[in-house]
């Protein structure tokens, strides 16, 4: 079975700080995806990014980076100078490649930036 | 605006009715879902259609009915509901094949129901 645990429920930050979000997960599979999204007030979830599992490459997006470690099961995700349009709720997620396609959400972390 | 469309975006209803769910996606996908999403619980997949087959019904109640009669759209049939159904329900597409999954979904921005 799989599972995505993100330890910190609420994160509050001023604008212009650094934050990194915390993404844990458990799987059996050695083939899988690792997502994030994030659901702004609005409701929808908006993919951020998708990481292969023989892929431990960092990425980098503009303000918003990544760090995948197998060795820790880990795959968090770090937004530098951040903007109050950042305040969101974030989820990480976890998804074996083969077989029926389901997306084991961790429990999010609301994101609060302040001006 | 996204590429799926959910209708209505709040709904309020007692236990004794009867009311639906819409859901369409204007993306072309092949694949269909519906999630669950209630306060401090992760995101519960419900139901999962590919290919306007069901393929997934992770243990949800019966007084839920999912039906897809296409590709493009997907219902959720409610009736004699309970409160703790109140949540934000949403659905969401993505292209699958027979090889492996892309990962990706595309939700919409979710129905938000309160069963009173």
């Known amino acids: 079975a799989q599972k995505v645990t993100q330890a910190q429920t609420e994160i509050s930050v001023v604008e212009k700080e650094d934050v990194t979000l915390d993404c844990v997960y458990e799987t059996r599979d050695t083939t899988y995806y690792l997502f994030w999204y994030k659901q702004p007030p609005s409701g929808e979830l908006v993919f951020l990014i998708r990481?292969?599992?023989?892929?431990?490459q960092n990425e980098i997006s503009g303000r918003y980076s990544w760090n995948f470690q197998k060795s820790t099961s880990s795959f968090n995700f770090t937004i530098t100078a951040s903007q109050v349009v950042d305040s969101a709720v974030y989820f990480c997620a976890l998804s074996v490649i083969q077989g029926a396609q389901k997306l084991v959400f961790g429990q999010g972390t609301r994101l609060t930036i302040n001006p | 605006e996204t590429g799926v469309t959910q209708t209505p975006r709040h709904l309020v209803m007692g236990m004794t009715n009867k009311k639906s769910l819409k859901c369409e996606q204007h993306?072309?996908?092949?694949?269909m879902y519906w999630y669950k999403q209630s306060a401090k619980k992760p995101l519960e997949l419900m139901f999962v259609?590919?290919?306007?087959?069901?393929?997934e019904n992770n243990s949800v109640p019966s007084r839920f009915s999912p039906e897809c009669p296409n590709s493009s759209h997907l219902f959720l049939h409610l009736h004699t509901l309970q409160p703790e159904d109140s949540a934000l329900y949403l659905c969401?597409?993505?292209?699958?094949?027979?090889?492996?999954?892309?990962?990706?979904?595309?939700f919409g921005e979710g129905s938000r129901l309160t069963v009173l």
């Open positions: 990481r292969n599992s023989f892929d431990e």
């Open positions: 969401a597409s993505s292209q699958e094949n027979e090889f492996a999954n892309t990962g990706e979904l595309f």
């Open positions: 993306l072309g996908h092949n694949a």
């Open positions: 259609y590919n290919f306007k087959e069901q393929t």
